[in-house]
């Protein structure tokens, strides 16, 4: 319950998402095959329910048929 010092908070933060990504890079061949998959922003805006129906094979997650229609229904309301 004590108020966070503001000063040097930016620093904090940057040194902090370092810490994270320097482990998370040096440990990533840890995690098993079919637990992790990758999805850049590119693919994901060009190809949004391909992209999508990837992450659901790579992970082996079912259910991609029964969400298919609302993500579609979600992307199309993106347009424009």
Do not use: M, W
């Amino acid at each position: 319950l004590q108020r966070p010092d503001p000063s040097g908070f930016d620093d904090r933060i940057i040194q902090r998402y370092n810490v994270l990504y320097d482990a998370f890079f040096e440990e990533r061949n840890l995690i098993p095959q079919g637990h992790f998959h990758e999805v850049s922003f590119e693919r994901l805006e060009r190809n949004p329910l391909g992209e999508i129906q990837q992450v659901y094979r790579t992970l082996n997650l079912p259910g991609f048929v029964l969400f298919q229609p609302k993500l579609q229904r979600y992307v199309d309301s993106l347009a424009g």
